[in-house]
């Protein structure tokens, strides 16, 4: 298959795009990745693939309307892997129309040119191509402790403009499935930790935050819980769907692993004490509990028994081996960290000097 992938210098892409290069096998042709780089893309994610054939990064917008379809017909695009967006909650709090922009009309665009694409096509090529659409838990609203997890039928209730953008484009996708009969593929993910994860997000942040000696910050009282995947396991999943779910369709993928907060951010600082040992006290010490996000969601928990009857999936990392990957996986790259909280990754692609 030939594959745009959109948004593949953030943290999910970058990481997909290496799984479908080195790991996803034969069914791979070609892949297109499209960014728009803001400030959540990094080219350098991806800067040892830069001179394979079988990969090109294209700098430009999802909602660009000359420059898309155009990508569609010059590669010859069977699949598109929609995962460009605003992905921050804190910053739709702050500021809600870049997730307007990108996360709904973006991604209305993009169904567009795909649309027109496909019309194009016949035979084999027309049947095959595919519009997967990423998404989060998050369309779904937040649970109270004991309620059972999020199934795909569970109404959408987003909280944050961040979780509204993103069930917006998932209806779009929807209509665009029912109404144009194009192949559509929709998956509702938890939260993903990982390599080349941007640290504004709490699993990097913190572990950024403690090797620096500065402070560990935990809204509110620390008990909401998020259900963490692994990103490897969530890009398999991806595949998966992409290759072998059924059109039309929407998956749920979960890590199986809720946590509280601040279960979460002790745990990280146990995994820092053994590996690089603060002296005086222990990182716990750096935890500071600050004012809550408005908001707040209190808890995601992810059904995913759909998928794994359907394709077979389940994550194979658990929380804490996952969590030891990652710590190590920062600790090894600490000039990629250095280089985002210093901004020199976005002077760089502007050409000055650091
Ligand atoms: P990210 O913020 O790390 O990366 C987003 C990427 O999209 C960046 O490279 C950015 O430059 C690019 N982008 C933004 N606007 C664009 C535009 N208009 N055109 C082209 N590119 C643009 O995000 P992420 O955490 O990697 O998330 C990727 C996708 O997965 C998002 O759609 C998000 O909603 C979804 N998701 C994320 C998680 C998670 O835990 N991170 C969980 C479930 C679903
Ligand atoms: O559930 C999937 C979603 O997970 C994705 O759709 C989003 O794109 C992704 O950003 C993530 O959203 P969250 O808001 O859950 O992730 P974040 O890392 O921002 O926060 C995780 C939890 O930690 C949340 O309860 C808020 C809390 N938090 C976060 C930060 C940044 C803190 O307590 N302190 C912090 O400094």
Redo the contacts with the bound molecule.
Sequence with gaps: MKILVTGGCGFIGSNLVRYLLEEAGEGVEKIVNLDLLTYAGNPANLSDLENRDDYTFVQGDIGDTELVPRLLKEHEVDLVMNLAAE????RSIDSPEPFIQTNVTGTLRLLEAARHHVAERSGEAKDRFRFQHIS???VYGSLDRDEPAFTEKTPFAPNSP?AAS?ASADFLVRAYHHTFGLATLTTN???NYGSFHFP????P?IILNALEGRPL???GD?S?I?DWLYVGDHCRALWLVATRGRPGETYNIGGDSERT?IDIVRTICRLLDERRPRPGKGYESLIEFVKD?PG?DQR?AVDFSKLNAELGWSPTQTLESGLEKTVDWYLEHLDWCRDITNNNYQRQRLGTTP
């Design positions: 992905s921050h909650v804190d989060t838990d998050e961040y993103k993910c938890s939260n504004e997000k709490l699993i942040l910050p935990i809204y620390g909401n998020r907060n996000r707040h995601y």
